[in-house]
Structures are given as structure tokens and as C-alpha cells.
């Protein structure tokens, strides 16, 4: 049933997949030196590949072919670490995760500041290589079985890796597929990066545990193009972190159940520490049973600024927060930090100093289609009361919901032709702190509580 779903879905973006290069001029980049490097396989989990694919991306280093050969099964016991310039990686085959869900935990624990990529590629010129047959060429990281064992309550188990980053200049990144991650799934650092038709199936199975943390992209790079993609997950489909600059996210479907859209940020979680997001384009994405569809979030008492963001031409459907925007954002599950734990801890802002905010700067929302999730708004990562998406007096109607921290934090927002209805008949709602119409003067909507209604 899966695979049937699967081709419908990926049949348009694989014959859309056309290969965009960069087209910048006066970049001389050095070739492939014709050396095909394969990774072989031990053929079980018994053998742990990863020690393979070390030699041959030593061998391949520079100016090299890494094969994974179609067909053929991986099995990567240990994180890996490779730094490979003008290296083309054609990836045919499958790699395997560990199963032993303890035994990756005992990985995670042992490694440095606890934070694990299990696949860590740095590099100049470097480009990674998938197939369109939708056979072979998976990353299966049997994160159900993670899911489902966190406990009533828990926001996801401890000692989870990410499963890989990618940190490139001049890199292409296209054909991916990816099969239940443990979470994070890509992070890409770095400047001038394609990517090109993605698929991540994190869709926990019916009755399943949320898939929590189970981010798309990460992305904390500068001149990115992330073009044709599915993302199926529990978090942001993709979101653009301190440091992303100069970003397009284009043609993209996103569904749950437990999606969380497109996003910045957070920003500002660190008091003190000056984060920014510039440049950032969103466009063509369908977002389907997610709780939000754009969101920017940003922690009160952080320092930073966000400017010249574009959402447009969205079709949502299902999705509980359409348009949303906190600079009051708090991470369910750590209270040190959190000023949203402050309202369930007497207000005290957890000990955070409210006395800066993140300032956001040029953001427009243009072409909006679709329906707000009205009857069984939120999904399965609510594991405190109130929730942490709680937003009080919504009620299912709230097209647009966007809190910003005082009245010079915001400026020069947009809204075009937001056509987004409840799924009762009531008419759209907006609720809205601190758009002031002086430093937003194209607002093209009245920042109210109440009816949504354009000027
Ligand atoms: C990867 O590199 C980092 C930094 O050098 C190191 O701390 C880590 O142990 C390496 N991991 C592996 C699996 O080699
Ligand atoms: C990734 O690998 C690079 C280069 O080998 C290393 O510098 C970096 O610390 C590694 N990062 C992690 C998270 O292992
Ligand atoms: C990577 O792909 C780009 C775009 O197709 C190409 O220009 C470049 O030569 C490739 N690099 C390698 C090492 O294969
Ligand atoms: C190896 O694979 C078997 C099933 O094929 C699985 O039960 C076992 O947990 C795996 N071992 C590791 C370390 O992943
Ligand atoms: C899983 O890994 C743990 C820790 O390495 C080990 O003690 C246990 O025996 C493994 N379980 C199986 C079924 O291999
Ligand atoms: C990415 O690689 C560059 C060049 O090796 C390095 O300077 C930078 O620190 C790396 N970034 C991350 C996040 O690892
Ligand atoms: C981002 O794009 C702008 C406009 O094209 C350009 O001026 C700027 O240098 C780019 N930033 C980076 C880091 O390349
Ligand atoms: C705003 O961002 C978009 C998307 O990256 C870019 O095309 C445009 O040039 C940027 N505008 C300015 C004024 O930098
Ligand atoms: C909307 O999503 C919820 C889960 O969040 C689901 O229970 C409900 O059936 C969906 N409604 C429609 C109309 O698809
Ligand atoms: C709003 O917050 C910003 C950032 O903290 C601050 O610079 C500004 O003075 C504040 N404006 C008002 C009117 O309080
Ligand atoms: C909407 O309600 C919030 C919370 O009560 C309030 O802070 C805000 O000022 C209201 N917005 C308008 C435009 O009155
Ligand atoms: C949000 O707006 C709705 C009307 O759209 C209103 O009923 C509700 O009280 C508002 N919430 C706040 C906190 O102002």
C-alpha cells in the first residue's frame, strides 16, 4: 500500500527532477580524476561497513568516484566521518542504521558534547548522487521502533543521532531517499549547496509513537536551493537556522500526521548570542494535516534579526496554524531556558531576562489556499498542559496568528491574497500582536483579534 502511495507521489517529482546547475560564472571547479572508489559490503550486520566506506573515502578523497553499488545492502555499525574534495558519491545502494536501539543510544552517549551525526561529510566540490529507482538508493534508520519506545509523556528518547550533515562548498545534493530516520535528518552547513528531489518517510505507522525531532533539513547555510521534495514527519519539514542566508525552498508536499511546515528559526535561545536569517524564499508548498504551515519562532530575551522572508503560493490543508508567528517560543521538555515555562512556573520566564527580542524584518505572505485543521487541531507531540502550541482563545479559526514582542519588533510584514477558511463555516480568523501600521505600511490586513479582513 505504502510503495503504491509512494510512486504516486513520486512519480511527478522524479520526471520533474530536472538538473539545475548552478550557473554562477568564474568558478573554475577541478574534476573528478576518473578513480572509482566502491564501498563494499560485509553483506550482514555483522560486519560493520562503515570501516569500508573510511578506506575507500580515504582512497577516493580527492577527486574521486565513491560507488555504493545498486542493489547492494550497507550496514553502518559507527558514525562516519569523511572530508572529500571534487568527489562525485554515487550512492545505488542502501545503508542500514544498527537496529539495536541501545547499542546506537551507547554511541550517542560516548560521543563528545552527546550530539552524533552518523554520517558527516565535509567538502569542497563534493556531490552526492542518488537514484531515481525507487528499489534501491534508501537510508533506512528504523527509527519506529525509537518512536514507539518513548515512554507516555517523554518528548522523544535520549541519545538519538542525527543522521547525517552535510557541510559543502559547491555541493549537489539530489535523488534522496530516506526510510523512518531516528530523527534530525539533514543538516546542511556550508555555502552554494543544490538539492535536488528528496523523500524522507518518517510517518509513524497507525497507532504508532510520535516521531518526534524528526526535522527534513536543517539548514544553517548560505546560497542554498532545496527544489522537489516529500517530507513526511513529526517537526519542521524544513527550517532555516542561524546563519541561513540567501535560501529558496521550492516545490515541496509536506504532510503528517504531525508535520510542523516550514520554519525559522528558533533564534535567540541563547541570551546574548546575536543569531541571524537573511534572504529566505519559500515557494510552491503544499502542507497537509501539519500543525503549522509557516512559522517563524524566536525566544523571548534573544538577540538577532530576521529579514527578507518570503511565503508564497501555499496550499494548506487540514493544518491547525496556517500562519504563525511567536517571539515567545519555548522547547517542550527543557524548562533552564524557557520563558514558556514560565507560565506554567508562576511567570518567572524560567529565569530568562525579557529584555530583547529578535527583530523581524520584510516578511510576506502571498497566495494562501486552503482549509484550518477546525475539529481535531494539534497531533501527537502535546505532552504538557498547556500544550506547547497552545495558543489561548484560538478556536480552530485562526488563519493567521502572529505574536510579536513589542511594537517596533516587526516591520514591514506583507499579506497577499490569504484565502484560508475554517473547516465549519465560520468565517477566518486572525489573531494579531503588535503589527503596527506605521513600520508595516504595506500590511495589505488589520491586526486584530477577530475577523480576518483586509485594508
Ligand atoms: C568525527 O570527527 C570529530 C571531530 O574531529 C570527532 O570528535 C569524532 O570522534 C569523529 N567521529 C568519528 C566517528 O570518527
Ligand atoms: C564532521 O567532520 C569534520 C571533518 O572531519 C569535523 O571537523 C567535524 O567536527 C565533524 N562533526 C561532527 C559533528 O562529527
Ligand atoms: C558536481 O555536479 C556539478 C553539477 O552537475 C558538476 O558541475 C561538478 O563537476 C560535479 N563535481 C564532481 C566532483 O563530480
Ligand atoms: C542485526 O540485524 C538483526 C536482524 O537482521 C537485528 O536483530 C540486530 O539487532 C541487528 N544488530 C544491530 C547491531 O543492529
Ligand atoms: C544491543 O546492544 C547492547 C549494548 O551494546 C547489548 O548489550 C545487547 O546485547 C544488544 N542486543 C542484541 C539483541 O544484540
Ligand atoms: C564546515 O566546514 C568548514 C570548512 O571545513 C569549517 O570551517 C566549518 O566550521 C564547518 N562547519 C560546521 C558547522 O561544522
Ligand atoms: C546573498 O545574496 C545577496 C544578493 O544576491 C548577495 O549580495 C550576498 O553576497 C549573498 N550572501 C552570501 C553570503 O553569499
Ligand atoms: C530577498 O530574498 C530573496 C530570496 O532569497 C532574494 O531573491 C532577493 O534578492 C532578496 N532581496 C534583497 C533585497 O536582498
Ligand atoms: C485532520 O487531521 C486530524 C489529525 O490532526 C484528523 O484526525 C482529521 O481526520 C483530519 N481531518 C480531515 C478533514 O482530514
Ligand atoms: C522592542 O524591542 C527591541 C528589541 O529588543 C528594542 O530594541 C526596542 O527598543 C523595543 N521597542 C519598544 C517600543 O519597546
Ligand atoms: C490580541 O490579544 C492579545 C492577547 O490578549 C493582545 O496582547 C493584543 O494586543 C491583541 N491585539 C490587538 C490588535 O488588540
Ligand atoms: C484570538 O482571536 C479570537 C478571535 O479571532 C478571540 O476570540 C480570542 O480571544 C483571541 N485570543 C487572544 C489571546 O486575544
Redesign the pocket.
Known amino acids: 500500500m505504502f510503495t503504491a502511495a509512494l510512486l504516486t507521489i513520486l512519480g511527478p517529482l522524479v520526471a520533474s527532477a530536472a538538473y539545475t546547475p548552478l550557473g554562477r560564472s568564474g568558478e573554475l571547479q577541478s574534476r573528478n580524476n576518473g578513480q572509482t572508489c566502491t564501498v563494499q559490503s560485509g553483506g550482514s550486520?555483522s560486519t560493520d561497513d562503515s570501516q569500508s566506506f573510511r578506506d575507500a573515502a580515504k582512497q577516493c578523497a580527492n577527486g574521486g568516484t565513491l560507488l555504493f553499488q545498486e542493489g547492494v545492502d550497507y550496514y553502518f555499525?559507527t558514525p562516519v566521518n569523511a572530508t572529500l574534495n571534487n568527489v562525485d558519491i554515487q550512492f545505488k545502494g542502501n545503508v542500514h542504521l544498527?537496529?539495536?536501539l541501545t547499542?546506537v543510544q551507547g554511541i550517542v552517549n560516548g560521543s563528545t558534547g552527546g550530539n552524533t551525526w552518523w554520517i558527516n561529510l565535509t567538502g569542497d566540490n563534493l556531490n552526492f548522487t542518488g537514484t531515481t529507482n525507487l528499489s534501491t538508493g534508501w537510508v533506512y534508520g528504523y527509527g519506529q521502533q525509537w518512536w514507539d519506545a518513548n515512554p507516555k509523556n517523554g518528548s522523544g528518547l535520549a541519545a538519538r543521532p542525527h543522521l547525517w550533515r552535510f557541510n559543502m562548498t559547491n555541493g549537489n545534493i539530489k535523488n534522496i531517499k530516506i526510510r523512518k530516520p531516528i530523527a534530525w535528518v539533514t543538516t546542511l552547513n556550508g555555502n552554494n549547496i543544490n538539492v535536488d528531489n528528496v523523500f524522507v518517510d518518517a510517518a509513524t505507522t497507525p497507532g504508532g509513537g510520535f516521531p518526534f525531532n524528526t526535522d527534513g533539513f536543517d539548514v544553517a547555510a548560505k546560497n542554498v536551493k532545496i527544489n522537489d521534495f516529500t517530507i513526511f514527519n513529526g517537526d519542521d519539514a524544513v527550517t532555516i537556522n542561524n546563519g541561513g542566508e540567501n535560501v529558496t525552498v521550492t516545490n515541496g508536499f509536506i504532510a503528517g500526521p504531525g508535520c510542523h511546515g516550514t520554519s525559522i528559526g528558533s533564534l535567540g535561545q541563547a541570551q546574548g548570542v546575536y543569531q541571524t536569517v537573511r534572504n529566505i524564499l519559500f515557494d510552491n508548498i503544499k502542507v497537509h494535516g501539519c500543525v503549522y504551515g509557516s512559522r517563524i519562532k524566536t525566544y523571548l530575551g534573544g538577540q538577532g534579526m530576521v529579514q527578507n522572508v518570503t511565503f508564497s503560493n501555499y496550499a494548506v490543508s487540514n493544518t491547525t496554524f496556517p500562519i504563525y508567528l511567536t517571539q515567545n517560543y519555548f522547547n517542550q521538555g527543557s524548562s533552564q531556558t524557557q520563558n514558556g515555562a514560565g507560565v506554567q512556573e508562576g511567570g518567572n520566564f524560567g529565569g530568562r531576562v525579557d529584555n530583547s527580542s529578535v527583530l523581524i524584518d520584510g516578511v510576506t505572505y502571498k497566495n494562501w489556499y486552503g482549509d484550518i485543521n477546525t475539529y481535531q487541531p494539534g497531533d501527537g507531540s502535546c505532552v504538557t498542559d498547556p500544550c506547547w502550541y497552545d495558543v489561548p482563545g484560538a478556536d480552530g479559526t485562526q488563519a493567521i496568528v502572529i505574536g510579536c514582542s513589542n511594537s517596533t519588533a516587526c516591520s514591514n510584514f506583507e499579506f497577499q491574497n490569504i484565502q484560508v477558511i475554517p473547516q465549519s463555516y465560520a468565517t477566518t480568523q486572525i489573531n494579531c500582536t503588535n503589527l503596527e501600521s506605521g513600520s508595516n505600511p504595506k500590511l495589505g490586513i488589520v491586526c486584530t483579534n477577530g475577523t480576518l479582513m483586509t485594508n
Open positions: 550486520n555499525n544498527p537496529q539495536n547499542y
